[in-house]
């Protein structure tokens, strides 16, 4: 079983709306989140990430929201773009467990059309 | 200059052959990382490696072994691949971070491997 879930394989948002792409885990021991963003023919790369200490982290247009007694995280970008356009990728860990792997979701691929 | 390479970017090959992927990275980092990636199934650790001698298995190593020849090389051989094994593959590296936690992971551009 996927101990992290994106259960919309797939996003459309019009450009200057806002997206949102879910996360669920079943991992409570999971206690930081990360997301990352990847485009065609690329790898990964790192977006945001929060800590279970808190419920909510900024960083300019993209937004992490984070609800432990639901297992569940969200990624709020505002105002969409274009340029947005890739799959997002959930992550968790947990930083008790020696290893500190992370363990990703299946992605979401946004689209964002002008 | 990439931080993070990897040769080949793409790679088929029949079943039974034997497969090197290659991981060179120049950010310093001790830790490495060897990932695939199935649609639907996000990224699956394959193994790791947090400096030259040490070696441990992923979520999905059956199939796999790795060789970390020196702080910045970490590769990742299919002995005899299968078609079952045709994904795409990432490699990884990320510093320790603080409280012992290990830090943002930075990925490579990932290899297309097609095994017929």
């Known amino acids: 079983d996927q101990q992290v879930k994106q259960n919309s394989p797939s996003l459309s948002v019009q450009e200057g709306r806002i997206s949102i792409l879910n996360c669920d885990y079943t991992n409570s021991m999971f206690d930081y989140f990360l997301w990352y963003k990847k485009y065609p023919a690329e790898g990964p790369t790192f977006l945001i990430s929060i800590s279970s200490i808190k419920d909510k982290n900024e960083d300019g247009r993209f937004t992490v929201f984070l609800n432990k007694s639901a297992k569940h995280l969200s990624l709020h970008i505002v105002p969409s773009q274009p340029g947005d356009s890739a799959v997002y990728f959930c992550?968790?860990?947990?930083?008790?467990?020696?290893?500190?792997?992370?363990?990703f979701g299946g992605g979401t691929r946004l689209m964002v059309k002008p | 200059d990439a931080d993070v390479t990897q040769t080949p970017r793409n790679r088929i090959t029949k079943t039974g052959k034997r497969i090197m992927l290659e991981c060179s990275q120049t950010k310093g980092h001790d830790r490495m990382y060897w990932y695939r990636q199935d649609p639907g199934l996000g990224l699956r650790l394959i193994y790791y490696?947090?400096?030259?001698?040490?070696?441990n298995k992923g979520e999905i190593s059956d199939g796999y072994s790795v060789s970390r020849q020196a702080q910045a090389k970490f590769s990742l051989s299919l002995e005899s691949a299968i078609p079952n094994q045709t994904a795409l593959y990432f490699c990884?590296?990320?510093?320790?971070?603080?409280?012992?936690?290990?830090?943002?992971?930075?990925f490579g551009p990932g290899t297309r491997l097609t095994v017929l």
């Open positions: 990884a590296t990320s510093d320790l971070g603080t409280s012992g936690s290990t830090d943002t992971q930075y």
């Open positions: 490696s947090f400096d030259v001698k040490d070696i």
């Open positions: 992550a968790a860990r947990d930083d008790n467990n020696a290893g500190n792997m992370l363990t």
